[in-house]
């Protein structure tokens, strides 16, 4: 297989190689129907069904190759597009719904290191490994220079170590940060995995296709569908609790009193809904999961 060739007409895909975001990448690309083998240590994979190729790369590095215009769309956190600076490079095609945590300065809880305002941290020594996040943020706080140190892992470690003050890191359900008796005093960034996009692609309708395919999948993990039946003369009730993407869909039953309404409602927001429909007096209502859309 000459892979230079294969690549030159495809459009390359840059998807997490490890970590956080690589199984629900896999999952997406499962639900947009992108069919590929990976071959073992390879981490391009040509895809049998469409003209892509997929670069499997650390979520760190995707930004800058999408930016860089090395692969045209990629996968990884807001956090690593704004750290590695590329935001007025790349375009944001889609947020994706998961990998969501935030960046947030992390200092001893207890004890005679315990720091609990941001602003005692002002000239002191922070260990990250996002050091561009970390300085931008120190500075728009206090003119006087902060340390900023880099480490490439198990950040949480650093107070305990002697070698910081505070951290700045990830924080999700907050488990590791308590661990390492640690507590957040400020947030630097709210991040998700996001679709990002090289806006000077050249062919777009693959990349339009592929975003189409993902919406689709995203928006079907994110709603449900909602039939119910209730009296022709609560429909502008119901259709106020369950308004739909666009319109909620009628269809009119034997029994002329009634109808049958069909609409798409957040998964989130499911029980409450059908509590609402019930006191309207909405009657057989059921909830389906949606495979696949487009939208
Ligand atoms: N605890 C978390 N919860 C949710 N999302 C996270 C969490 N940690 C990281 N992420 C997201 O995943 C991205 C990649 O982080 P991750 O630590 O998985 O990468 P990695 O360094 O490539 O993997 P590994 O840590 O396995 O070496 C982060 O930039 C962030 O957007
Ligand atoms: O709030 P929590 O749910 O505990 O998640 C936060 C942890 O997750 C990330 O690290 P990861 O586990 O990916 O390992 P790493 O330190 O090697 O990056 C992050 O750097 C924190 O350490």
Request: net charge neutral.
């Amino acid at each position: 297989m000459d892979l230079f060739a294969d690549l030159s007409d495809r459009l390359l895909f840059a998807v997490p190689k490890k970590g956080r975001l690589h199984e629900r990448c896999l999952q997406l690309l499962e639900g947009a129907d992108v069919q590929f083998r990976r071959n073992h240590r390879h981490d391009i994979a040509l895809v049998h069904n469409l003209p892509v190729a997929l670069v499997f790369l650390p979520a760190a590095d995707i930004a800058k190759f999408v930016g860089e215009g090395n692969v045209h769309l990629g996968i990884t956190g807001r956090d690593i597009v704004e750290e590695t600076e590329q935001s007025d490079k790349v375009e944001q095609a889609l947020a994706l719904g998961f990998g969501k945590c935030k960046l947030s300065v992390q200092a001893p809880a207890r004890g005679p290191q315990a720091v609990h305002q941001v602003e005692d941290l002002v000239g002191k020594r922070v260990v990250t490994s996002f050091t561009q996040l970390s300085s931008k943020y120190f500075a728009e706080l206090d003119q006087r220079p902060t340390e900023i140190k880099y480490v490439g892992g198990s950040v949480e470690a650093a107070c305990a170590l002697g070698l910081a003050d505070c951290i700045v890191d990830l924080v999700e359900s907050g488990e590791t940060m308590r661990a390492a008796g640690l507590h957040a005093i400020a947030n630097v960034l709210n991040t998700e995995a996001i679709l990002i996009r090289n806006p000077r692609v050249r062919d777009n309708s693959v990349a339009q296709k592929l975003i189409a395919r993902i919406e689709g999948v995203i928006t079907a993990q994110r709603y449900v569908l909602c039939n119910y039946n209730c009296l022709r003369s609560r429909l502008p009730a119901a259709s106020k609790i369950t308004p739909g993407r666009t319109a909620p869909t009628i269809s009119t039953l034997e029994d002329d009193n009634h109808v049958a309404v069909s609409s798409m409602v957040l998964k989130s927001e499911v029980a409450n809904i059908m509590d609402r429909l019930k006191e309207i007096g909405a009657t057989d209502i059921l909830v389906f999961n949606i495979n696949n859309c487009r939208v």
